[in-house]
């Protein structure tokens, strides 16, 4: 992944509501904003719909990150986007995968993971959050960019709808069942929650 010093760093003005947030905590610049997400706590947040969540709770994951930096470069007519990726979890990435791996008899398991577009530059603001990862991604099996503030549903609608069109199909995939995967992710999910410093964790139904 690259650094955020490679999007564009112009004096952030007030043209909507995350923007008018930077300028009441003195953060003058889109480089500034980008650092002020980076260097907040990894953890997972109360809610995602809330695009003001991060700052209240102070932390947040590669979902809400993400997506506020997004939307303050869609105010600022930035072209800096949002991409969901889904990679290819295991114990190289994720120590304990091995486990969910041998339980439903993958050779991966596909997850989700959010970072930022700039041309072709990619923009991890997660990567030394301690997220749960050992290690920056560089390579997905599938990539599409969506709105900022994607909903939980929708990501979850996206990630179904790419294993079946995608994932399942691919020669390593041969006999096993989405819902076997889906169970899979669930117990990724947990996994890597479990990594996440308790402080910042927000436990929910997933």
Sequence with gaps: MDTYT????????????????????????????????????????SKTDDILILFKEGFGSCTTKHAVIATLAEELNIPVY?????YAMNEEIVTGTHQILEKYDLSYLPMIHCFLVYGSYRVDLTEGNNNGKNHSLEEFLFTEKVIPNISE????????????????????????????VLHARTDGIVLLRSKVSIKYQRLKKV
């Design 153 to 180: 549903k929708d990501e979850y609608l996206l990630y179904k709808k790419t294993l079946k069109n995608h994932i399942l199909n691919r020669k390593e995939m041969e006999g096993i069942k989405m819902i076997d």
């Design 6 to 45: 490679v999007f564009p760093n112009p004096i952030i003005s007030k043209k909507g509501i995350i923007s008018e947030k930077f300028i009441s905590l003195n953060i003058k610049t889109f480089w500034d904003t980008c650092s002020y997400v980076h260097e907040l706590p990894y953890g997972y947040n």
């Design 82 to 86: 949002k991409i969901v990726g889904i």
